[in-house]
């Protein structure tokens, strides 16, 4: 028998019963520092019962004082937040079948990917792209915008070995170990798609067989001067010829990083570079992220099939929704808000203010269950039943638990609530795993047996549309802050293991303490200098979001959004440094 971890990663690893990862394509009996770490963590930092303002209290009690908190409020001004701390279908999808019911708020999931997911669309009809398999059938790989060597290590491990070409705004662990490397300014990556496409037009090595309206493609890449395109990205002519002349000659497989759809002109820039491969009469010549190519009908899961939410609420305008009060319940599960959101110091002051009701349910003492006002103990993956898809690879797994259960389930914590608010929807009690088979179109008996199955991605055909094509980029101003993934860390899980660390803003000038400002606060943070940096650009872990007083970093990330998916602009321009306190210019290079 076997479980998965269920975390968000692109590999969704498989073990064995004794937690030995499997030697199994793409796995390869591998695995990272966290899948290492689990068994010892398990026990480590664990909400252990339930809480009511810090006090231990039964389930039970807990789920009293929610109901009470849930009726005396419209359902306009609840809201739930569960997001991908567990990839599972029965932890994620299927006990959000509760909010949807009662048709509260919900969010619109815009946080990580959406952005790229809704801009590849556009040209593909889905942004399924390049299985494992594929990716062995390449042999040459562009890695844009992301730090695969420590977010992907699975994918990297097939293809480390190969001719690896990486565009980053930062000498990454990535670039560092490929074989070319081209740092573009921030936010530029729409101009340089544009001019790599322009040179495969220029110099006839463009195949326009698979695309819909060529000429439509030609005239918009031919209306972008070369200087606009080298001023904006910081490349000199011969170095994007010599792109331009990698993607003719060697056909590389691009995997496009989720980390571009969350900068300046994101969506534009993943848009205009899937369209490159098709240029080159690729079909699947990209790799995104293939969970809309499983067939899993996530809205089914969902309940959304039969009930919709009152109201969609961006996840880069939960902030402002509490601070104007439009949102005085919060039901947290899977997520780690404070962390993640845009603007979640409004989220912690409106709590302290009391305008905000808080609820989380997780295994561990994250920092949104800290300031909570009921705090619920769920289990672990390695506790319970699943089932679990990677956004990768096409297994689907049946996770069978390993440990002995704390706390109380997903999907018994929604019946349990369900039946106190006396709510008897049908869907609410429909067997689960009746409702995944039909989901997933798999029998999940047979896949409780076999313990994973491979499923058969689904992909669209037809020509790829050229249109639409993106109308106007902006320039980023002053300094841009960019993050990526640490090894060690998933968003912010493992603390618990490989430390708390505040947050170090690694830039070219300075070093030492001093405050990152943006017109919406300011955060206190460490500055560290290093040569590989280019000017503008500060460089954060995603898993150091909390500052040097514990104030979210994301105080000062705004509101704006993506205009493909809504995905918050979390690469925020227009921040300033204030270094005369205490920030020491002149120290150590
Ligand atoms: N500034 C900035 N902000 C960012 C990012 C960034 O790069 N910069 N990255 C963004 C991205 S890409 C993402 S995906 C988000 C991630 O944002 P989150 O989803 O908030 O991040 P995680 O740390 O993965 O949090 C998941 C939480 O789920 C809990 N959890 C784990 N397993 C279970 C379970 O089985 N049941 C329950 N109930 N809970 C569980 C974990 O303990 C953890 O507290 O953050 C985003 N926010
Ligand atoms: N170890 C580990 N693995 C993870 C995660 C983790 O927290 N830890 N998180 C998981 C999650 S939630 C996600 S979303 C994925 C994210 O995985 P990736 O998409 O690989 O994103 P990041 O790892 O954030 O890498 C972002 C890279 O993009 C670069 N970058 C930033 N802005 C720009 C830009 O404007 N242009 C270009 N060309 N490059 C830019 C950054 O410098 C960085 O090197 O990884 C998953 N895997
Ligand atoms: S975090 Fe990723 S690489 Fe690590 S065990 Fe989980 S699926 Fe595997
Ligand atoms: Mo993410």
Redesign the pocket.
């Known amino acids: 028998m076997v479980h998965a971890c269920t975390r968000?990663?692109?590999d969704t690893c498989i073990f064995d019963d004794n937690h030995t990862p499997l030697n199994i394509f793409p796995i390869n009996g591998f695995t990272?520092s966290r899948g290492i770490a689990d068994l010892k963590r398990n026990y480590m930092n664990r909400i252990d019962t339930a809480y009511i303002e810090g006090k231990p209290v039964s389930i039970e009690q807990a789920l009293d004082l929610i109901a009470n908190e849930i009726r005396k409020r419209r359902k306009e001004e609840i809201l739930h937040v569960d997001y991908?701390g567990n990839q599972g279908l029965l932890t994620w999808y299927f006990p959000a079948r509760l909010w949807n019911v009662m048709g509260t708020a919900s969010t619109d999931y815009s946080i990580?990917?959406s952005e790229g997911h809704e801009a590849i669309k556009l040209h593909y009809g889905s942004s399924v792209g390049a299985f494992p398999e594929d990716f062995l059938k390449f042999e040459s790989f562009v890695i844009?915008?992301?730090?695969?060597a420590?977010?992907?290590i699975h994918g990297w491990n097939l293809i480390k070995d190969k001719f690896k070409i990486t565009?980053?705004?930062?000498l990454?662990e990535?670039a560092k170990r490929s074989d070319k490397r081209y740092i573009?300014k921030?936010?530029s990556?729409a101009y340089l798609a544009i001019g790599i496409m322009k040179k495969l037009f220029e110099k006839n090595w463009a195949n326009t067989s698979l695309l819909d309206e060529p000429t439509k493609l030609k005239e918009y890449v031919f209306s972008f001067k070369d200087d606009e395109i080298e001023e904006n990205t910081g490349l000199s002519k011969s170095q994007i010829e010599e792109l331009a002349e990698i993607y003719y000659e060697r056909r590389p497989l691009t995997i496009i990083?989720?980390?571009?759809g969350r900068?300046l002109n994101?969506g534009d820039a993943i848009s205009l570079i899937s369209l490159i491969p098709a240029l080159l009469g690729m079909r699947r010549g990209f790799y995104y992220s293939n969970s809309q190519g499983l067939g899993i009908d996530f809205r089914y899961l969902r309940g959304l099939h039969k009930y919709s939410p009152s109201r969609i609420v961006g996840m880069a305008d939960v902030g402002k929704e509490v601070e104007e009060g439009k949102i005085t319940f919060m039901f947290v599960w899977n997520s780690n808000p404070l962390h993640s959101l845009p603007m979640s110091d409004r989220i912690q002051e409106a709590v302290k203010e009391g305008k905000l009701f808080l609820v989380v349910h997780d295994p561990f003492w994250s920092e949104t269950a800290k300031i909570a006002n009921v705090v619920l103990p769920a289990p672990t993956y390695l506790e319970k039943e699943d089932i679990v898809y990677s956004y990768w690879h096409n297994y689907l797994v049946y996770n069978r638990p390993i440990l002995p259960k704390i706390g109380i389930t997903e999907i018994e914590l929604m019946r349990k609530l369900a039946n106190r608010l006396e709510i008897l929807d049908e869907i609410l009690y429909e067997n689960e795993w009746l409702a995944i088979s039909k989901a997933t179109n798999v029998d999940v008996e047979e896949l409780k047996i076999k313990g994973f199955i491979k499923v058969t991605p689904k992909y669209p055909d037809g020509k790829v549309k050229v249109e639409p094509l993106p109308k106007q980029l902006v320039k980023p101003n002053e300094y841009v802050v960019?993050?990526?993934?640490?090894?060690n860390?998933?968003?912010s899980q493992f603390k618990e293991v490989y430390g708390n660390k505040a947050t170090v803003v690694y830039n070219s000038e300075y070093e030492g303490v001093g405050f990152l400002h943006t017109k919406y606060g300011k955060v206190k943070v460490l500055f560290k200098k290093d040569s590989s940096m280019q000017k503008g650009v500060l460089?954060v872990f995603?898993?150091s979001l909390f500052d040097l007083n514990g104030k979210p970093f994301n105080s000062i990330i705004g509101f704006t959004k993506g205009k493909y998916g809504n995905t918050p602009i979390l690469?925020t321009d227009s921040i300033r440094i204030i270094k005369e306190i205490e920030v020491d210019n002149n120290s150590r290079e």
Do not use: M
Request: proline share 5%; hydrophobic share 25%; aromatic share 18%.
């Open positions: 968000d990663c692109y990272c991908d990580c990917s844009w915008g992301s730090e695969s420590f977010s992907f565009i980053d705004v930062r990454s990535t573009v921030p936010g990556d990083g989720f980390a571009l900068s994101g960019v993050f990526s993934s640490h090894p860390y998933t968003n460089f995603k898993s690469n």
